[in-house]
């Protein structure tokens, strides 16, 4: 018999099963696909020698993460490639502000009337930045507070409302680009503790940066998956789990799937039904005859680029996806340029690249032409680099990942309590009626993203479940 069991290799349910062999414990991922990775794949999805991310692509809280930083990766081939500026934005009179490794210029970015504001938000929290960190991303009751007066400090500054937060700038630039922090969570910006969402982006980038994983996102699912195989465990793919009967037998059955899937599966009847999905995204992959032709001089040295004239307009689209039922207008967009740290993810003198705006849950119609129409605002003469592009709606994205129910690729609502207390609210969020039953996946804290936290989190519930008994 085996100890552990992990349904999902995705990087959560590999972190998981690396974790729990690391203990000695028996481990093995069954994976319903051809390959792993979950959320941090790479495939060619347009053209021959293009290599593209499905889903995640620029990993600030992959960098930062206790979990990944207390595995040797790098030994098993993960490298992370930065470009010169972690994150720009650009707005429409061809000037940009940016989210740089320094503090300095990144509120220089911002104008002299917010510079001295932002320092004072961000620098109390940077020189405490690694021990915050852990204690941020072990939440809940995993493992003590480390500083418990920090962060303390950060709940009072970051559970208000961003908009509140916001309320420390004065002028456009600033507030823009904040919107835009807290946007790659899908959460409006008027949402319970986005300001925290925000704060934990940008300290991020200044402690380590926004940096890619040379060849791709798979580069970190392999590196697990070649780590966890030296410590004795197995991964077996193409294995697709109906029901626990469906498994060997084990200790103990850690799942890196959906709330949804994990009731079905486990037979937990209705134990998830009050567990809310998000609004979706609807995403493009590009393959590109040359850089983007951005107007400002900023974004063509960034890693991530983000896309919205100012925080009305940011603020708009959100609570059009999220809570009016439509797609935007003019839909704000995340972006990553990979080939500008990374030349080898395209054929020479090419780039790839890829956008994707929110839309409603389940949404089935086609953002291509609003989405480019923005890229136009900010980099006229985009749709000419265009070779090749690979559309994904939520009906493709939850295809390719059933975690991504309805396109949500935060696997659950980042919003109101559910942002922090996930998929139930619980002081043992990992747990489930079924005393060898554990969820591991980003529906669970600290949430979404490549960090693999909550499987870190998940396995320390697991193993000590396992020796109590």
């Given at each position: 018999?085996?100890?552990?069991?992990?349904?999902?290799?995705?990087?959560?349910?590999?972190?998981?099963?690396?974790?729990?062999?690391?203990?000695?414990?028996?481990?093995?991922?069954?994976?319903?696909?051809?390959?792993?990775?979950?959320?941090?794949?790479?495939?060619?999805?347009?053209?021959?020698?293009?290599?593209?991310?499905?889903?995640s692509?620029?990993?600030?809280?992959?960098?930062?993460?206790?979990?990944?930083?207390?595995?040797?990766?790098?030994?098993?081939?993960?490298?992370?490639?930065?470009a010169?500026?972690?994150?720009?934005?650009?707005?429409?009179?061809?000037?940009?502000?940016?989210?740089?490794?320094?503090?300095?210029?990144?509120?220089?970015?911002?104008?002299?009337?917010d510079?001295?504001?932002?320092?004072?938000?961000?620098?109390?929290?940077?020189?405490?930045?690694?021990?915050?960190?852990?204690?941020f991303?072990?939440?809940?009751?995993?493992?003590?507070?480390?500083?418990?007066?920090?962060?303390?400090?950060?709940g009072?500054?970051?559970?208000?409302?961003?908009?509140?937060?916001?309320?420390?700038?004065?002028?456009?630039?600033?507030?823009?680009?904040?919107?835009?922090?807290v946007?790659?969570?899908?959460?409006?910006?008027?949402?319970?503790?986005?300001?925290?969402?925000?704060?934990?982006?940008?300290?991020?980038?200044?402690?380590?940066?926004?940096?890619?994983?040379?060849?791709?996102?798979?580069?970190?699912?392999?590196?697990?998956?070649?780590?966890?195989?030296?410590?004795?465990?197995?991964?077996?793919?193409?294995?697709?789990?109906?029901?626990?009967?469906?498994?060997?037998?084990?200790r103990?059955?850690?799942?890196?799937?959906?709330?949804?899937?994990?009731?079905?599966?486990?037979?937990?009847?209705?134990?998830?039904?009050?567990?809310?999905?998000?609004?979706?995204?609807?995403?493009?992959?590009?393959?590109?005859?040359?850089?983007?032709?951005?107007?400002?001089?900023?974004?063509?040295?960034?890693?991530?680029?983000?896309?919205?004239?100012?925080?009305?307009?940011?603020?708009?689209?959100?609570?059009?996806?999220?809570?009016?039922?439509?797609?935007?207008?003019?839909?704000?967009?995340?972006?990553v340029?990979?080939?500008?740290?990374d030349?080898?993810?395209?054929?020479?003198?090419?780039q790839?690249?890829?956008?994707?705006?929110?839309?409603?849950?389940?949404?089935?119609?086609?953002?291509?032409?609003?989405?480019?129409?923005?890229?136009?605002?900010?980099?006229?003469?985009?749709?000419?680099?265009?070779?090749?592009?690979?559309?994904?709606?939520?009906?493709?994205?939850?295809?390719?990942?059933?975690?991504?129910?309805?396109?949500?690729?935060?696997?659950?609502?980042?919003?109101?309590?559910q942002?922090?207390?996930?998929?139930?609210?619980s002081?043992?969020?990992?747990?489930?009626?079924?005393?060898?039953?554990?969820?591991?996946?980003?529906?669970?804290?600290?949430?979404?993203?490549?960090?693999?936290?909550?499987?870190?989190?998940?396995?320390?519930a697991?193993?000590?479940?396992?020796?109590?008994?």
């Amino acid at each position: 018999m085996l100890d552990a069991v992990v349904v999902g290799a995705g990087p959560n349910g590999l972190t998981a099963a690396v974790e729990l062999a690391r203990r000695g414990f028996s481990v093995a991922i069954f994976e319903a696909r051809g390959t792993i990775g979950g959320g941090a794949r790479t495939e060619e999805l347009t053209l021959p020698g293009f290599r593209h991310d499905p889903c995640s692509a620029a990993h600030p809280l992959g960098i930062n993460s206790p979990a990944f930083r207390a595995l040797p990766l790098e030994r098993y081939g993960l490298e992370w490639l930065h470009a010169e500026l972690p994150m720009a934005h650009p707005f429409t009179d061809g000037s940009a502000a940016v989210l740089s490794r320094t503090v300095a210029e990144t509120a220089a970015s911002f104008g002299p009337r917010d510079a001295g504001a932002y320092r004072r938000l961000v620098e109390p929290f940077l020189s405490r930045w690694d021990t915050l960190a852990r204690d941020f991303m072990s939440l809940p009751l995993t493992a003590l507070p480390r500083d418990p007066v920090t962060l303390a400090r950060f709940g009072l500054v970051g559970l208000p409302p961003s908009t509140w937060l916001m309320r420390r700038f004065r002028d456009e630039r600033a507030k823009t680009l904040f919107a835009g922090l807290v946007a790659h969570v899908m959460a409006p910006l008027d949402g319970f503790a986005t300001g925290a969402i925000g704060l934990v982006f940008a300290l991020a980038a200044h402690a380590r940066g926004w940096p890619v994983a040379r060849g791709g996102s798979q580069s970190v699912s392999d590196a697990l998956a070649a780590y966890l195989k030296d410590l004795g465990g197995t991964v077996h793919t193409d294995y697709e789990v109906k029901r626990l009967d469906d498994l060997p037998p084990a200790r103990a059955y850690v799942f890196d799937t959906s709330p949804t899937a994990l009731a079905r599966i486990a037979g937990l009847g209705r134990y998830y039904d009050g567990y809310r999905y998000g609004p979706g995204v609807f995403k493009i992959d590009y393959a590109l005859d040359g850089p983007v032709p951005w107007t400002a001089k900023e974004p063509r040295v960034a890693g991530t680029v983000q896309i919205g004239a100012n925080s009305a307009e940011i603020g708009t689209a959100l609570r059009a996806a999220s809570r009016e039922g439509r797609a935007p207008d003019a839909p704000f967009l995340i972006t990553v340029q990979p080939s500008v740290a990374d030349p080898t993810r395209a054929p020479a003198g090419k780039q790839v690249f890829w956008a994707y705006g929110h839309v409603p849950n389940g949404w089935q119609g086609d953002l291509t032409d609003a989405i480019e129409r923005q890229l136009e605002r900010f980099a006229p003469g985009f749709r000419d680099r265009v070779l090749a592009r690979a559309t994904a709606g939520p009906p493709e994205l939850a295809a390719r990942n059933p975690n991504y129910v309805g396109g949500d690729i935060a696997s659950g609502a980042a919003s109101g309590l559910q942002l922090l207390l996930r998929p139930k609210p619980s002081l043992f969020p990992y747990h489930t009626p079924h005393p060898a039953v554990f969820i591991c996946s980003s529906a669970t804290p600290p949430g979404p993203g490549v960090h693999g936290m909550s499987g870190h989190n998940a396995a320390k519930a697991v193993w000590r479940r396992l020796r109590q008994r």
